[in-house]
Nanobody, 124 residues
Framework: VQLQASGGGLVQAGGSLRLSCAASGRTFRSLGIGWFRQAAGNEREFVAAIRWSGGTTYYADSVKGRFTISRDDAENTVLLQMNSLKPEDTAVYYC??????????????????WGQGTLVTVSS
């Protein structure tokens, strides 16, 4: 599985960004796709995840109600819509895939494939 993340940028607090993770290489039905982020000086942390088949979603408490993860089957893409952004959301965001999907969402060690990061900067 190859993953390509895009959509990062600079935005003011309260603004929105949409990240995309384009997947290729094989069938995705058994996969779970997650987004993680890593701020400078911090460990990488879980943001959100989606089961490709069925679309069940999972969120970190820090982003629940502000971020929405979804998938576009036709485009083999997972989206992360980020609204009401805060300066503390500033980080490099990574998408990742795990197979099978039922492995725990929150630990990056459960993910087998990683895309390159995309930088999100939220100014105050």
């Amino acid at each position: 599985v190859q993953l390509q993340a895009s959509g990062g940028g600079l935005v003011q607090a309260g603004g929105s960004l949409r990240l995309s993770c384009a997947a290729s290489g094989r069938t995705f039905r058994s996969l779970g796709i997650g987004w993680f982020r890593q701020a400078a000086g911090n460990e990488r942390e879980f943001v959100a995840a989606i089961r490709w088949s069925g679309g069940t979603t999972y969120y970190a408490d820090s982003v629940k109600g502000r971020f929405t993860i979804s998938r576009d089957d036709a485009e083999n893409t997972v989206l992360l819509q980020m609204n009401s952004l805060k300066p503390e959301d500033t980080a490099v965001y990574y998408c990742a895939a795990k197979d099978p999907w039922w492995r725990g969402n929150y630990f990056d060690s459960n993910y087998d494939y990683w895309g390159q990061g995309t930088l999100v900067t939220v100014s105050s």
